[in-house]
């Protein structure tokens, strides 16, 4: 088993064990501590390294999507990536809408609403 896989089953347990969340919340946060402490015991000459790699990795990603932006094309390379090309979305008033609605329901029928989500910020 993957160490992911290790890390996604402990906290699934975790979760239906009545832990709470903000439990999981300071293991995850004790980790990304930890990955911190790791880091200062690189030397800087590697750590350096890595930057710089980083660095042209980014600048490289922002080129590739400029270029499919530009064609308007997805594109796919010979060795694994895909810069994908999406189009614009379209997105309506919804607030606008919805009144109309109130007047005019059979537009409802028109309207989907998706599945709710979630997303981790770190706090500042």
Known sequence: MSNL??????????LSNNSS?????IEMRQAMYAVE????TIPADILEAI????????AARELLKEHVL?????FKS????TIVYNKGR???????LNGYAVAH???????????????IKEAK
């Open 21 to 25: 969340i903000e439990d999981v919340c």
């Open 78 to 81: 010979d060795w694994g990536l």
């Open 70 to 74: 530009k064609t308007g094309q997805t």
């Open 105 to 119: 329901p059979e537009i409802n029928c028109f309207k989907k609403v998706g599945a709710p989500y979630a997303s």
């Open 90 to 96: 379209e997105s309506w008033d919804s607030k606008g």
């Open 51 to 58: 930057e710089k790699h980083e660095e042209t990795i980014n």
């Open 5 to 14: 896989a290790q890390v996604t089953k402990a906290i699934n347990s975790k």
């Open 37 to 40: 402490m790791l880091k200062s």
